[in-house]
């Protein structure tokens, strides 16, 4: 029997390809539907982005025109709309990229809405002063030299900051709970063959292993994917590598420093000290 035709798709999709072989259903770009369904997620989230950026365009025009905090002085119009363009889109990003990682955490997840938004807000206002005192310097030519003018300015970041984090994440939380319950996306990924009864995610290099009632296999799949499409099910990551459902832990043991999950299909886990609070307080 010859070799398959690396140029054909179907030949590459078929089970029996040797690349297939030994990975379980290992999903290949855009050959089966895993990866689409991912591609049309992904596709999907972009509105949700073009949406941050004309909300951030609007409070900074906003910022322009009523000059606060001393920005009336700048010397001209366009250059007081361009300090707060760059003071609002710098201080939003931010904002986004660390309201995301305390919304996934394991250690932050479960806080109250307000909670992780004022610790972003407070976290996220400090770099963000030094970013205003630069503008400062750029476009008003103030120069902060003194604690109490650090102070100062940070306190008026940490307002403007607030602003944004409190109502974005109220938002964001109360379209979560709103949600339909139903199947998490991951579960798709799952092999039919394994039913969907996860017991828990096992991260080997760039694939991930899936264990279930039925058995384990190997999927392409990046672990950091696998947290944010099982964000509202039942389980909690307990390891970098390791992520398992709650109603699968059969034991816990603790020996000293370390913590040790053993599962409904007898496999033990390690948990690592910065998630060992989270799992006491979880099981």
């Known amino acids: 029997m010859g070799s398959p035709d690396l140029r054909d798709p179907l ?35 972009l509105p949700r982005v073009r949406f941050q950026v004309m909300a951030a365009l609007s409070v900074g025009l906003a910022f322009g025109v009523m000059a606060p905090f001393g920005t009336a002085g700048a010397p001209t119009v366009p250059a007081r709309f361009l300090y707060w363009l760059l003071a609002i889109a710098l201080n939003w990003l931010q904002i986004s990229l660390t309201l995301e990682l305390v919304r996934r955490s394991a250690l932050t997840r479960a806080w109250t809405p307000l909670r992780q938004a004022l610790t972003v807000a407070a976290a996220v206002s400090l770099p963000a002063s030094f970013e205003i005192i630069w503008l400062n310097h750029y476009f008003l030519g103030t120069i902060v030299a003194t604690l109490t003018g650090l102070a100062e300015i940070y306190l008026y970041v940490l307002l403007v900051s607030v602003m944004i984090t409190v109502p974005a994440n109220l938002l964001l939380a109360r379209k979560a709970a709103a949600a339909p319950a ?10 039919a063959v394994l039913g969907r009864d996860l017991i828990g995610l096992e991260m080997e290099d760039h694939y991930l292993r899936i264990h279930t009632t039925l ?69």
Request: charged share 25%.
């Open 182 to 191: 139903g199947a998490p996306a991951f579960l798709d990924r799952v092999p």
């Open 215 to 283: 058995g384990s296999d190997l999927i392409l799949c990046r672990f950091s994917d696998a947290l944010r499409e099982l964000e509202h099910f039942d389980g909690l990551q307990v390891h970098r590598s390791w992520y398992v459902a709650r109603a699968a832990i059969k034991e816990t043991r603790k020996d000293g420093q370390k913590m040790t999950l053993t599962l409904s299909n007898g496999i033990e886990v390690p948990v690592s000290r910065p998630f060992q609070k989270a799992v006491r307080s979880g099981i």
């Open 11 to 45: 030949a590459i999709a078929d089970p029996a390809f040797p690349l297939n072989r030994g990975y379980g259903r290992c999903p290949l770009p855009f050959v089966n539907g895993h990866d689409n369904q991912l591609a049309m997620r992904e596709l999907i989230a």
